[in-house]
């Protein structure tokens, strides 16, 4: 277990450190976040919402931002292994398992830079409340799990395919929709301060990322080892 | 060239005879169902029956692809493909079933219902799957690439079936399955659904043979020319 856990985050290590060579990843996911949040605050703005609308169309606002910057730039991980030609090194000095648990680690932490960054500067340009930070920080944490481990394995199937920019997105986003729902209603829930409604799709979110941590573990080896 | 054999001419006459009973049942022995508008009811002998059988071509793609991982047999991706084929095309008519319904009944084909959420997301599921698979030109790494990502599309139905209906409040009539557990239908109405499930189910099986044999057959083509 220590051996597995040390190796997956060497992996993790070697990730960071190239991507801080290059910063492509940080930076397509930064820049893109920044762009569509400016982009929605200066259309939508603070205020041009009525008030009994808020919760709803800022949560999905939100997240939407979220999840577009997601797609930018959680592809890479794998990408750049198959363009620099690393891939096959890797896979002859390491588990899959190990590979898998590394770069789900890596996009993890991804996400949560890219989470830290946007949410603050959404709530500073957009004045978006929330009643209970508890659990909107659950759903935080939750959904960007739910996201990591959903677009390391969608990024691992297309690091082998043609077209892999466009494709990423267009075989995420059909998996990712029901994940999208839970975390609007979530989020949601947090800024009305609705514990029940909070828990609910709380439960849906835990659920959707359990099942597919579970699929990933059998069927990452399948998709490394072809 | 292979004769037809005496078992599958029978039922193939036999499906083209129960089909039209069905079509004839279903507008002249069933009465409308009380509190729809009009005859509009009627559509549920062709709605609910195309929608199931998008579920089952799922099933059976889902099947046909962890076949395909354990047995590497180039007869499961041909079978995974078919039934994703017919999926996406009984997926696109309940789809327009239903949009007409909701014109009848709500005022507009489209209105974002949790229903017609589901069947969107089921629908750009199974276009993704497609994408995927243009994608990718090694015939084996297709296969295996796409039998991934239909395991794991597969497992988000669930949560568009059951979880995302529950979150969303909808407007679509209770479905015949419901929380209680109890068949709210007229008896008639009942018998003409149930042989039209049955009916649907069995022209999906002829298709889905015919479908396995064509892409078969153009396989052993594209091979003979390469």
Same mark, same amino acid.
């Given at each position: ?7 997956s985050?060497?992996?993790?290590a ?8 290059t ?28 008030e009994?609308?808020?919760?709803? =169309?800022?949560a ?14 959680l ?5 750049k292994? %198959? ?9 002859l000095s390491?588990d ?8 789900l =680690?890596?996009?993890?932490?991804l996400? !949560? ?8 500067l959404?709530?500073?340009?957009? !004045? ?18 739910? =996201? ?16 892999r !920019? ?20 979530g ?8 514990? %029940? ?10 659920s959707?990322? !359990? ?16 | ?7 599958g ?17 279903? $507008? $002249?022995y069933?009465?409308?169902?009380? /509190? ?8 549920? $002998? ?13 099933? +059976? ?15 499961? @991706?041909?079978?995974?493909?078919? #039934?994703?084929?017919?999926?996406l ?8 079933? /239903? ?7 709500? /005022?507009?084909?489209?209105?974002? @219902? ?5 069947i ?17 030109? @090694?015939?084996?790494r297709? #296969?295996?690439?796409?039998? +991934? ?7 988000t ?6 979880? +995302? ?15 209680? /557990? ?21 022209l ?5 043979s ?15 020319v390469?």
């Amino acid at each position: 277990m220590w051996r597995f856990l040390a190796e997956s985050g060497a992996v993790f290590a070697k990730d960071l450190r190239t991507e801080f060579r290059t910063r492509v990843a940080l930076n397509a996911l930064g820049l893109f976040a920044v762009t569509t949040l400016a982009a929605v605050s200066y259309t939508i703005g603070p205020y041009r919402i009525a008030e009994n609308d808020r919760p709803f =169309l800022l949560a999905a606002l939100l997240w939407i931002v979220i999840f577009f910057a997601a797609m930018a730039g959680l592809d890479r991980t794998f990408v750049k292994e %198959e363009d620099t030609h690393t891939a096959p090194l890797l896979r002859l000095s390491a588990d899959p398992l190990v590979v898998w648990a590394g770069k789900l =680690l890596f996009n993890f932490v991804l996400l !949560g830079v890219l989470i830290a960054i946007l949410v603050p500067l959404y709530m500073v340009l957009m !004045g978006f409340r929330v009643d209970s930070t508890a659990g909107f920080l659950l759903v935080l944490g939750a959904g960007g799990y739910t =996201l990591a481990v959903t677009t390391t394995m969608v990024a691992a199937i297309i690091a082998r395919a043609m077209s892999r !920019g466009a494709l990423f997105s267009v075989l995420s986003l059909p998996l990712l929709l029901p994940l999208l729902i839970f975390l609007i209603q979530g989020t949601r829930a947090a800024v009305e301060g609705s514990a %029940e409604g909070v828990s609910e799709a709380l439960r849906a979110v835990v659920s959707l990322g !359990g099942v597919m941590t579970v699929v990933s573990v059998v069927l990452f080896p399948v998709v490394w080892n072809e | 060239m292979s004769r037809p054999s005496p078992l599958g001419t029978v039922l193939r006459w036999g499906l083209f005879a129960w089909m039209s009973l069905v079509i004839w049942a279903a $507008f $002249f022995y069933a009465p409308a169902a009380a /509190g729809f508008q009009g005859q509009s009811s009627r559509i549920v $002998f062709f709605h609910v029956p195309t929608a199931w059988v998008a579920t089952l071509a799922f099933l +059976v793609s889902c099947i046909a692809s962890i076949r395909y991982l354990r047995s590497r047999d180039p007869k499961e @991706d041909i079978r995974a493909s078919a #039934a994703s084929a017919l999926g996406l095309t009984f997926a696109i008519l309940a789809t327009v079933t /239903g949009s007409i319904f909701a014109r009848i009944m709500w /005022g507009s084909y489209w209105n974002w @219902d949790p229903r017609e959420t589901s069947i969107t997301f089921l629908l750009l599921i199974y276009a993704a799957y497609f994408a995927l698979r243009a994608a990718i030109a @090694d015939p084996e790494r297709r #296969a295996t690439m796409s039998a +991934v990502y239909a395991i794991l599309a597969f497992v988000t139905v669930p949560f568009l079936v059951f979880v +995302v209906p529950r979150i969303y409040w909808s407007l679509h009539p209770d479905t015949i399955i419901n929380t209680q /557990g109890r068949i709210k239908m007229d008896s008639r109405m009942f018998q003409v659904l149930m042989g039209s499930l049955f009916g649907f189910t069995g022209l999906f099986s002829w298709l889905y043979s015919l479908e396995c044999r064509v892409e078969g057959i153009r396989r052993r083509r594209q091979h003979e020319v390469l």
